[in-house]
């Protein structure tokens, strides 16, 4: 059966309440139609990606684990807060999506503490349209955004957007081979995908990286924030510009150099070294 229509189905659940009470009696119920149509070998959890899921509505944090194993991830999911930590630490997920609307902890508040302490790609997921809480969000170490009501299937390509930039950092060569100087202090290594400042990495989010390496690789040209957000985030964005202009700072703040140029009117340019050492 086709992802697409099963992922019509999900979507009508989740936020058609007419649709709801006409056709299903509950989620075990549409899961008990959904079941015989989709790829029984999808469930092996064998190195399977590993995904953690805090989210305190019910409905879609339980779709949201019977979709991602369906596709083949290791699917955990949290109601609380409190819980979503303490499974943290023991589950040791590659990817967390994380709700800011929790009962006992304040998301974004979350969202600051994992990403100072773990390394690990997080996406929010929020029914607020506030760009001050998006922004929020993105300034205190969030990768992503993904706005209720959200399709499962977008859920899953943003998903798989990080992983991909995740292996590049993984599979990347030895250090020596692919070093670019970006000023007197700062190296860039392409196959190891990281920064360095006299020796010493420099914590970038993926997306911070792939930013830095879009300018980089682009000396003399300016990228428009719509130019940015196509390149960088791999699909249609539906986020608001500002999300290019939180990353830019949060790179300046952390390269603590003028290597990214601001032209206004129009968007970014790189004004850095680029040769290789």
Sequence with gaps: ??????DNLVRLYLWDSPFRSRRFKSWQ??????DPLTDKGALSLTDAIKVLAIEDEESIRDILVYALRREGFHARAAATG??????????????LLLDVNLPDADGFDLCRKVSSNVRIPILLLTARHDLVDKVLGLELG?????TKPFEIREVIARIRAVLRRRDIERDGGSRASGLVALSDRLELDRPGYAVYRDGSPIKLKPKEYELLLLLRDHPNR?????????QVWEMDYDGD??????HVQRIRKKLE?????????????WRGRSRTC
Aim: no cysteine; glycine share 6%.
């Design 241 to 246: 510009l500002r999300t290019v202009d939180v």
């Design 222 to 230: 300016v990228f428009s924030r719509e130019e940015i957000l196509d």
């Design 257 to 269: 150099e003028p290597l990214i140029e601001t032209v206004f009117g129009i968007g970014y340019k």
């Design 29 to 34: 119920h549409l899961f008990a139609i959904l």
């Design 82 to 95: 409190e819980e979503g930590m303490e499974l943290l630490e023991r589950f040791a997920p590659d990817v």
């Design 1 to 6: 059966m086709p992802f697409f229509f099963i």
């Design 142 to 146: 969030a990768d992503d955004y993904m």
